[in-house]
């Protein structure tokens, strides 16, 4: 029961990344929003395969053929990984 909570949750998790990041893409594409920094075309597409790696750990979890701490170890790496490379894409 403890898997297909967390499998879940790891799911629910990577789609609101994905979609995040999905929806700033298609947004850069309309010229009237200006944006107080932008963030590069090249992380985003690479934050958006990070969704996809998670809702796929997810669903590992959520099936029960992978453990839930490594399941979230992995997701948690792959997400800080992202979150620090548009951090210094915004920054530098």
């Not at 990041?21 to 075309?41: C, K, P, T, V």
């Not at 997400?79 to 951090?87: C, P």
């Given at each position: ?32 929003i200006?944006?107080?920094f ?17 809702v ?30 548009e ?6």
């Amino acid at each position: 029961m403890r898997e297909r909570i967390a499998g879940i949750a790891e799911v629910a998790i990577s789609l609101l990344w994905f979609y995040r990041n999905w929806r700033i893409m298609q947004d850069y594409q309309i010229e009237g929003i200006l944006y107080a920094f932008m963030i590069s075309h090249w992380v985003l597409v690479m934050e958006c395969l990070v969704g996809v790696i998670g809702v796929v750990l997810g669903i590992l979890v959520f099936t029960k053929k992978m453990r839930i701490k490594i399941g979230f170890l992995a997701f948690a790496l792959f997400w800080a990984v992202g979150f620090i490379i548009e951090f210094l894409d915004i920054t530098f």
